[in-house]
């Protein structure tokens, strides 16, 4: 007999305990047999680990893959995304063309990072091509823009610097270890204002690779108009789009959050620069999160009880580039406005009902291949298995050097102006 799934969490958010309760679905504790936990990374790595793991059933699911990490931590991602670059290029895949001065055509999509201090020198030899050039420091342990400044200068970094006068510091400090990124200084502005994308990506496995694609994201205003000039380096105000930054503005409007619809900025494209371009700009982003996720999907442990809901943060450029700046495996459901409250109740009522189908007990052999009428605001982002069965032709145009996702020819060869018609 069907009995009522039995739920935890360590994340004590309305917006998941109202879903739960409204599933009629039963609270327990986490030592309990329960079938559903909703946990915090913290949580998920005792879950996983050697010591202290649990054995999980086949009717137990939780909502993180055991290493997330791997694209959820500034530095592996990079790292992932740089090994999976080359290894594309050692395929000879199209997708690794090169420009006539060495840089990648399509893979470019992450501002260039290194470690620190690992690969200070790296770093100096980089900066040194360009000492005029921005770079922002971030801790690769944290979230929410802590710890993160900007640098213009070598002398700010010195103490990551590996044979420096201050290398006990280095040392005892080397678990804060941090990514310093080429800072995209032209971001685009709306309102003389930068912002980020927040967009939420689900993962239901990773071999084969089944992403879902949330319609609703949203945009992350500063509060303080945006300029490249370095007297304002030091402003967060004005360089970081995190809302848990931006909220402690003077300027910061708690009606609007400083969030501005992914739809909205459509329409705010489409008309400004045009219905072409907006579509490509879309398809892009599109395929750059696709990307992401196949540079992690080797390395990936693609344990069935684990599903992941990722917020990806975005940066579009002047040029209508997108940029991807970072994954997270735990993106806020903090609701910081009543439509930001809705939208992540709704973020979580689909995704549950994508990994908990039809709010029974789970069985962690499904197929999980919902129907499309479970997707909710979801929509298939790439599907490998059917990538490879139903459209054999799309491996064909790739492999004749076009690659997928650019030159917007997708939305016009199926006749669809979906970004979603080459999944
Ligand atoms: N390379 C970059 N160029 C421009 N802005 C950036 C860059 N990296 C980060 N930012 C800004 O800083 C914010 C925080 O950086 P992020 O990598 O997302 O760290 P956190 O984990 O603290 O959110 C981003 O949302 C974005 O606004
Ligand atoms: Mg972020």
């Known amino acids: 007999m069907a009995g009522k799934v039995k739920w935890v969490t360590d994340i004590e958010k309305s917006v998941l305990i109202n879903n739960f309760e409204k599933r009629g ?48 931590r500034k530095d592996l991602m990079v790292k992932n995304i740089k090994r999976y670059r080359k290894e594309l290029e050692k395929e000879g895949s199209p997708l690794a063309e090169k420009d006539e001065n060495g840089k990648y055509l399509y893979l470019d999509f992450v501002p260039v990072t290194f470690m620190l201090p690992a690969d200070y020198n790296l770093f100096v030899e980089e900066f040194r091509k360009n000492p005029s050039s921005t770079w922002i420091m971030k801790p690769c342990g944290k979230a929410q823009g802590k710890g993160i400044f900007l640098i213009n200068k070598l002398s700010q970094i010195k103490k990551w610097s590996r044979d420096s006068k201050t290398s006990t510091f280095v040392s005892q400090s080397s678990k804060e270890a941090y990514v310093i990124s080429l800072y995209i200084n032209n971001p685009l502005l709306i309102g003389g204002k930068k912002f980020d994308l927040r967009l939420y990506v689900l993962v239901s496995t990773y071999r084969p690779l089944r992403c879902y694609m949330y319609k609703l994201g949203f945009c992350r205003f500063c509060t303080v108009k945006y300029t490249p000039s370095t007297s304002e380096l030091d402003n967060m105000f004005v360089h970081l789009t995190n809302v848990a930054i931006q909220k402690h503005g ?45 540079a992690v999907a080797p ?27 970072e994954v997270n495996a735990s993106p806020s459901l903090t609701s910081s406005t009543a439509n930001d409250r809705i939208l ?17 007990i789970p069985d962690c052999k499904w197929n999980k291949s919902p129907p499309k009428e479970a997707l909710g605001n979801y929509e298939v982002l790439y599907d490998e298995e059917m990538a490879q069965s139903e459209m054999p032709d799309r491996d064909l145009r790739s492999r004749s050097g076009q690659p997928m996702g650019f030159k917007g020819n997708r939305a016009r060869d199926s006749g669809k102006s979906g970004a979603l018609t080459w999944k």
């Not at 990936?300 to 040029?319: A, L, P, R, V």
């Not at 109740?345 to 994508?354: A, C, G, V």
């Open 299 to 325: 390395v990936m442990n693609n344990d069935k009880h684990c599903f992941e809901c990722y917020g990806y943060d975005i940066i579009i450029d002047d040029k209508l580039k997108p940029w991807l700046i």
């Open 250 to 294: 003077d300027d910061y409007n708690h009606i609007h959050g400083g969030k501005w619809t992914v739809s909205n900025l459509r329409l705010y494209l489409e008309s400004t620069r045009g219905k072409e371009v907006t579509s490509k700009l879309f398809d892009e982003i599109h395929w750059i999160i696709v990307q992401s996720l196949k």
């Open 344 to 360: 992540k109740y709704n973020l979580i009522n689909d995704t549950l009902n994508i990994a908990v189908p039809n709010g029974e």
């Open 25 to 72: 679905w039963i609270q327990v504790s986490e030592n309990e047999d329960w079938n559903f936990y909703w946990m915090s990374v913290q949580t998920i790595r005792n879950v996983f680990s050697v010591e202290t793991g649990y054995r999980l059933s086949d009717d137990q699911i939780v909502n993180h893959f055991p290493n997330h990490y791997e694209l959820t």
